[in-house]
Every structure is written in structure tokens, then in C-alpha cells.
């Protein structure tokens, strides 16, 4: 990727700066106040802007009544060490931070309501249901300045979603992949070699039986694994047919026995070397590489770009219908959206932001690391999220709970 919002934000501030001179020279010379009553003009505007800056504030404190808590729940791994802490120390506002393992826990708490949540991280496929079925608050835009920051072409895919962009700010995205400890895949291979679709690592039983003795790790949750494996197929990730999500629960039966591993945190089981292949999240692998190269491991991850493309997610922050403190909730996504926090997440977690105003603060090599913000070539072949229907969500558990079973 290419740091273009440079030279965006380099352009604006030309262009702002260009239009300033030319207003000050076009000033009529008989309407130019003398030096000494611009100087009385200037004070009065600024104790006017002062007090009005004031008021703003003032009002704004007055607004805010709300107790000083904020209660977040997230995905695990998913925010930046020092981010809630300097949110705290900031605002006064007391954070409780939990986390939830997978989209359908967190769908079943807003569905049972008074969760006590603020802010929830609902993935798109998930949170076009919430909006539909009215679990979600409108986010107040005019409490969330910041929300210029993120980038419009983003916002217009997640508008697929969230048509106006009224109810979801992107968290972080990244997309469901094949990682691999590749010493370790090759010697459990022996003489095959690695296949050039990616997803034959974990589908294909053929590799899956050779790949069971250095340990198959899967994420946990029918939407996670079902998709993914209809994609193998070559049916839709997204589809909503029944027969269609039993194809790959019959497909999925025959790789069951080999699989080691079902977990939503998987970063140091490949790490630390118990799992040498996964289905899993780019960015959770991301952190896995680095954490082995801190551990001082002799075990390299390497994330991959299947040449069908992987499964594409965006997370969002969202306000609860029945939330508390959405005033709170909506101070922190004011902050979130501040080019240094927003990049702050970057920089630890190696998940890609929407934040285009931050990417000037983001580590250059995070940047230009193709299995962060994935390049153009590879983003056409991803899968965009979309939306199932109950029926195909309750289908799906159906067939993964038979899976796990390995009935
Ligand atoms: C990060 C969680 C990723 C969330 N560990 C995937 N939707």
C-alpha cells in the first residue's frame, strides 16, 4: 500500500493554506481595517472564540452526565497494551473490559439484551442482523469529529452493511487465511510438497492425516470454519443453503480426526510450536511470528495468500441498543479514531485500520506488509463479508456441532 494519505493530507493542507493567501490578497484595500483596529478586531474575535470554546466545553461537560464507566466487550487480543489505561487517565472514565471468543456469543448476549455492554466488536457478517433486528443504537456523529479520519472507500464497502454508515465505526480488519510453521509442515510432509492451493493444508485429508502429528489448529465457531471450507468447495462462503453447509460439514467429517486444536486463541499454540499449521486469523498469526522471534523460538510462522483469496473481516465498535453510557461509548470512539491510537493497535497487533488519517503513524514495514494491508493484487481475489439468514446460522451450528463431535 502506498502511503497516499500523506500526500492527501499534504495536498488538503496546500490547497487550505493557498486559499487563505488568496483571500487575504483579494481583500478589498478600502474595506482593510487600519493596524490598530485589526488589533482590536483580533482580540475580540479570539475572547470571543475563548468564550465560546468555553461555553462548548462547559455544555458538553454539562451534557455528560453519565457516571464515569465505560463497559467494552471485544474479541481477546484485540486492543493495544497501554490503549485503556491512557483512555482512563485522559477521561476520568472507568473502564471494565471483557472479552467474548467468537461473533455468535456476542450475537446471543445483544439478542438476550441487557448485557450491560456500552461498546461491543460485532464482525460484519453478524452485525447486519443486529442493525436489522434493531439491537444497535445510531451512533451520534456529531459527539465522533474524528470519524473524518477513516477512509471513505472502506466506509463505502462496510456501507453494504451499515447503509449511511450509521451504527458501525471499523475496529480492525484482517481475513480468515492457512499460516503455517513451515519447517515443521515440511518435515511432516516428507516427500509431498506443499500444495499450491493453501486451503488442501487444512481441508484435504490427503495433508490433514500427514499435518495431524505436528498438531492442525482450528478457530471455534460455525462461522469461522463453515465458510471458509464452502469456499474450498467452491461454492459461496456466503451461502444460505442448507445443502450447501452439510457439503462442507461432509467434507469437514473426513479432516475431523486430524485436527488437534479448536481455539479463538491460537497466537501462542503456533508460537510456542503446538500447532504447526491453522485455520486462523492473518493478524492473530501476524502477532504469532513475532511472538516467536521475541520467545527467541526457533519457530518462524508464515501467513498466507491462497491464490483463491481469503475471507476478508471487518470489526466494528457498536453502541448496544439498551447501552448505559453511550455518551462514554461514544467519547471512546472519538479517541479511538485519533490517528495515534488507532496506529497504536497497528503497531502491537499487526491488524489493519480504517483509520487512513493514522497510517502516516504506523510503522513503515507494518505498512508495507502484504498480509497486513493486503495489496491490491491479492485484495481483488479476498472475499468480501456479507450476511447469512437465521436459518442458514442456525444450519450451520447444526453441522459444526456434528463436526466437533466428529459424529
Ligand atoms: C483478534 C481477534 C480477531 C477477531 N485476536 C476476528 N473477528
Same mark, same amino acid.
Given at each position: 500500500?502506498?502511503?497516499?494519505?500523506?500526500?492527501?493530507?499534504?495536498?488538503?493542507?496546500?490547497?487550505?493554506?493557498?486559499?487563505?493567501?488568496?483571500?487575504?490578497?483579494?481583500?478589498?484595500?478600502?474595506?482593510?481595517?487600519?493596524?490598530?483596529?485589526?488589533?482590536?478586531?483580533?482580540?475580540?474575535?479570539?475572547?470571543?472564540?475563548?468564550?465560546?470554546?468555553?461555553?462548548?466545553?462547559?455544555?458538553?461537560?454539562?451534557?455528560?452526565?453519565?457516571?464515569?464507566?465505560?463497559?467494552?466487550?471485544?474479541?481477546?487480543?484485540?486492543?493495544?497494551?497501554?490503549?485503556?489505561?491512557?483512555?482512563?487517565?485522559?477521561?476520568?472514565?472507568?473502564?471494565?473490559?471483557?472479552?467474548?471468543?467468537?461473533?455468535?456469543?456476542?450475537?446471543?448476549?445483544?439478542?438476550?439484551?441487557?448485557?450491560?455492554?456500552?461498546?461491543?466488536?460485532?464482525?460484519?457478517?453478524?452485525?447486519?442482523?443486529?442493525?436489522?433486528?434493531?439491537?444497535?443504537?445510531?451512533?451520534?456523529?456529531?459527539?465522533?469529529?474524528?470519524?473524518?479520519?477513516?477512509?471513505?472507500?472502506?466506509?463505502?464497502?462496510?456501507?453494504?452493511?451499515?447503509?449511511?454508515?450509521?451504527?458501525?465505526?471499523?475496529?480492525?480488519?484482517?481475513?480468515?487465511?492457512?499460516?503455517?510453521?513451515?519447517?515443521?509442515?515440511?518435515?511432516?510432509?516428507?516427500?509431498?510438497?506443499?500444495?499450491?492451493?493453501?486451503?488442501?493444508?487444512?481441508?484435504?485429508?490427503?495433508?490433514?492425516?500427514?499435518?495431524?502429528?505436528?498438531?492442525?489448529?482450528?478457530?471455534?465457531?460455525?462461522?469461522?470454519?463453515?465458510?471458509?471450507?464452502?469456499?474450498?468447495?467452491?461454492?459461496?462462503?456466503?451461502? $444460505?443453503?442448507? *445443502?450447501?453447509?452439510? %457439503?462442507?460439514? &461432509?467434507? @469437514?467429517? #473426513? /479432516?475431523? !480426526?486430524? =485436527?488437534?486444536?479448536?481455539?479463538?486463541?491460537?497466537?501462542?499454540?503456533?508460537?510456542?510450536?503446538?500447532?504447526?499449521?491453522?485455520?486462523?486469523?492473518?493478524?492473530?498469526?501476524?502477532?504469532?511470528?513475532?511472538?516467536?522471534?521475541?520467545?527467541?523460538?526457533?519457530?518462524?510462522?508464515?501467513?498466507?495468500?491462497?491464490?483463491?483469496?481469503?475471507?476478508?473481516?471487518?470489526?466494528?465498535?457498536?453502541?448496544?441498543?439498551?447501552?448505559?453510557?453511550?455518551?462514554?461509548?461514544?467519547?471512546?470512539?472519538?479517541?479511538?479514531?485519533?490517528?495515534?491510537?488507532?496506529?497504536?493497535?497497528? $503497531?502491537?497487533? *499487526?491488524?489493519?485500520? %480504517?483509520?487512513? &488519517?493514522? @497510517?502516516? #503513524? /504506523?510503522? !513503515?514495514? =507494518?505498512?508495507?506488509?502484504?498480509?497486513?494491508?493486503?495489496?491490491?493484487?491479492?485484495?481483488?481475489?479476498?472475499?468480501?463479508?456479507?450476511?447469512?439468514?437465521?436459518?442458514?446460522?442456525?444450519?450451520?451450528?447444526?453441522?459444526?456441532?456434528?463436526?466437533?463431535?466428529?459424529?
Amino acid at each position: 500500500m502506498k502511503r497516499n494519505p500523506l500526500l492527501l493530507s499534504l495536498f488538503v493542507t496546500l490547497s487550505a493554506l493557498a486559499m487563505t493567501a488568496c483571500g487575504e490578497k483579494n481583500q478589498p484595500v478600502a474595506n482593510a481595517p487600519s493596524p490598530a483596529a485589526s488589533h482590536a478586531v483580533a482580540q475580540a474575535a479570539s475572547a470571543a472564540a475563548s468564550a465560546a470554546l468555553a461555553a462548548s466545553v462547559a455544555a458538553a461537560a454539562a451534557v455528560n452526565n453519565e457516571e464515569k464507566v465505560l463497559n467494552i466487550y471485544n474479541w481477546p487480543d484485540y486492543i493495544a497494551s497501554d490503549l485503556i489505561s491512557n483512555f482512563e487517565k485522559e477521561t476520568g472514565i472507568k473502564v471494565n473490559y471483557q472479552t467474548f471468543e467468537n461473533n455468535e456469543g456476542l450475537h446471543a448476549k445483544l439478542v438476550a439484551g441487557n448485557s450491560g455492554f456500552d461498546l461491543v466488536v460485532p464482525g460484519a457478517v453478524f452485525a447486519k442482523s443486529q442493525i436489522d433486528g434493531g439491537l444497535l443504537m445510531k451512533l451520534d456523529k456529531p459527539k465522533i469529529p474524528n470519524l473524518s479520519n477513516l477512509d471513505p472507500a472502506i466506509m463505502g464497502k462496510l456501507a453494504a452493511v451499515d447503509p449511511g454508515n450509521d451504527y458501525l465505526m471499523p475496529w480492525a480488519w484482517s481475513y480468515t487465511t492457512v499460516g503455517i510453521n513451515k519447517a515443521k509442515v515440511l518435515k511432516a510432509l516428507g516427500s509431498t510438497p506443499l500444495p499450491d492451493n493453501v486451503w488442501e493444508l487444512v481441508f484435504n485429508p490427503t495433508y490433514t492425516a500427514k499435518l495431524k502429528s505436528c498438531g492442525i489448529a482450528y478457530l471455534d465457531s460455525p462461522t469461522e470454519v463453515i465458510p471458509p471450507a464452502m469456499h474450498y468447495l467452491g461454492k459461496n462462503p456466503y451461502s $444460505n443453503d442448507a *445443502a450447501d453447509h452439510q %457439503a462442507a460439514g &461432509a467434507m @469437514l467429517a #473426513k /479432516v475431523r !480426526p486430524h =485436527i488437534r486444536i479448536f481455539s479463538s486463541t491460537m497466537i501462542d499454540d503456533l508460537a510456542g510450536g503446538k500447532a504447526c499449521v491453522a485455520l486462523g486469523w492473518a493478524g492473530d498469526m501476524n502477532i504469532a511470528r513475532s511472538r516467536a522471534v521475541e520467545n527467541k523460538s526457533p519457530n518462524v510462522i508464515d501467513v498466507l495468500l491462497p491464490r483463491s483469496g481469503g475471507l476478508i473481516f471487518f470489526d466494528s465498535l457498536a453502541i448496544p441498543k439498551d447501552a448505559q453510557h453511550p455518551k462514554n461509548a461514544a467519547t471512546f470512539i472519538n479517541y479511538y479514531l485519533r490517528p495515534e491510537v488507532s496506529a497504536s493497535l497497528t $503497531n502491537e497487533l *499487526a491488524y489493519a485500520t %480504517a483509520n487512513k &488519517a493514522s @497510517l502516516v #503513524k /504506523v510503522k !513503515p514495514e =507494518i505498512v508495507e506488509n502484504k498480509t497486513v494491508f493486503v495489496d491490491e493484487e491479492n485484495l481483488k481475489k479476498m472475499v468480501s463479508p456479507s450476511s447469512f439468514s437465521n436459518e442458514a446460522r442456525e444450519s450451520m451450528s447444526n453441522v459444526y456441532t456434528q463436526f466437533k463431535k466428529g459424529k
